[in-house]
T-cell receptor, first 112, second 112 residues
Framework: DAGVTQSPTHLIKTRGQHVTLRCSPISGHKSVSWYQQVLGQGPQFIFQYYEKEERGRGNFPDRFSARQFPNYSSELNVNALLLGDSALYLC???????????FGPGTRLTVL | AQSVTQLDSQVPVFEEAPVELRCNYSSSVSVYLFWYVQYPNQGLQLLLKYLSGSTLVESINGFEAEFNKSQTSFHLRKPSVHISDTAEYFCAVSYNFNKFYFGSGTKLNVKP
């Protein structure tokens, strides 16, 4: 079975631009969470979605938004990119949001 | 707000020696606790978790962690490490499965 997939794997943007990152959960999983991992730090929680509804939100500005589609895939959108948004963005899926989360390989975003 | 502290950013240890990776959290309510491992060039994988019941939890590859409520700790231990245990280890907590908080990680370097 395929694990959590994320696209693209790498992305380079300039300040002020907008970016969309995509995540496909493991088949049957209904919950998707997004994390930001800055180099040298642990993952920081951004959002959790379950059955297309937002269930949790971390301490991130409104420039960050997400949504979940009927097939349970998800998009993370970041507007007005800043240099500090450069990070590895991780997606994790789970059956219902509780218990074990399965992580994807991440999208490396570089903002110049 | 919850926070997770991993006191050691790097732990060097010789093969077959015991190791302890420390994790402390701050929370006034009941929490769920997790250890994740990230091998070089791979994604995050769940190593073990404490949800309820016995305070000592074990993984399939010989690691164990003990939940200590009075000391708000969830230290990870292994009596004899192998070269293949070289990885970065992350402690995480959640109190409702809607938000997860990760520590900054501990890099375990097992030397021959």
């Amino acid at each position: 079975d395929a694990g959590v997939t994320q696209s693209p794997t790498h992305l380079i943007k300039t300040r002020g631009q907008h970016v969309t990152l995509r995540c496909s959960p493991i088949s049957g999983h209904k919950s998707v969470s997004w994390y930001q991992q800055v180099l040298g730090q642990g993952p920081q929680f951004i959002f959790q979605y379950y059955e297309k509804e937002e269930r949790g939100r971390g301490n991130f500005p409104d420039r960050f938004s997400a949504r979940q589609f009927p097939n349970y895939s998800s998009e993370l959108n970041v507007n007005a990119l800043l240099l500090g948004d450069s990070a590895l963005y991780l997606c994790a899926s789970s059956w219902s949001g509780g218990g074990e989360q399965f992580f994807g390989p991440g999208t490396r975003l570089t903002v110049l | 707000a919850q926070s997770v502290t991993q006191l050691d950013s790097q732990v060097p240890v010789f093969e077959e020696a015991p190791v302890e990776l420390r994790c402390n959290y701050s929370s006034s309510v009941s929490v769920y606790l997790f250890w994740y491992v990230q091998y070089p060039n791979q994604g995050l994988q769940l190593l073990l978790k404490y949800l309820s019941g016995s305070t000592l939890v074990e993984s399939i590859n010989g690691f164990e962690a003990e939940f200590n409520k009075s000391q708000t700790s969830f230290h990870l231990r292994k009596p004899s490490v192998h070269i293949s245990d070289t990885a970065e280890y992350f402690c995480a907590v959640s109190y409702n499965f809607n938000k997860f908080y990760f520590g900054s990680g501990t890099k375990l370097n097992v030397k021959p």
